[in-house]
């Protein structure tokens, strides 16, 4: 009896333990998904900014600019959950609606950027892209 006892409890210990633990993984999932949406945003600028400056092959320049319209529009996805940490301030879940209308911005600039290089390839231009006005209002301060 002893020994169920003990098996029990240590089960239920066992139990209490995988939970929390299992809420952790999943924050920091949520978080690094987020964060590789961002990283992809960023790969993008750096590529089209390169292609901008004429220091490599500018053939792909309309590519990129869909590829960050498509990144753009999954990251509202991505900032759904209220998970706050990273660089994300919880504002953001407070403002939501705001939130979302600056990335549909980025998505609508992005879009018609690449509309217009598909017709034009990179002669069409750098659109004005519109990350700095979420980051200043939403993300933390680099530390
Ligand atoms: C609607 C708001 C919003 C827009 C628009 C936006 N960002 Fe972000 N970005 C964030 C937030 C919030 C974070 C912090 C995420 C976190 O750490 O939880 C972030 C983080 C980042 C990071 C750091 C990722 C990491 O952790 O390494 C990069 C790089 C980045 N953004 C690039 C961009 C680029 C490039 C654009 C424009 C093409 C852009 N972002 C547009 C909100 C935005």
Known sequence: ????????????LMAGLAA????RAED???IDYRQNVMKTLGSQVA????????K???????????????TAASAKAAFTPKVVGGKSKATIWD??????KKLDEL????TAGATAAKAQGAAAGMPRLTCKGCHDVYREETK
């Open 1 to 12: 009896m002893n020994r169920l006892l003990g098996t029990l409890t240590g089960i239920a």
């Open 20 to 23: 929390p633990m299992a809420a």
């Open 28 to 30: 920091k999932d949520v």
């Open 47 to 54: 590529i089209l900014g390169a292609m901008a400056q004429k």
């Open 56 to 70: 490599i092959p500018n053939d792909n320049f309309a590519a990129h600019l869909q590829i960050l319209a498509e």
């Open 95 to 100: 403002n939501s609606a705001d939130f979302n």
């Open 107 to 110: 998505v609508q600039v992005a």
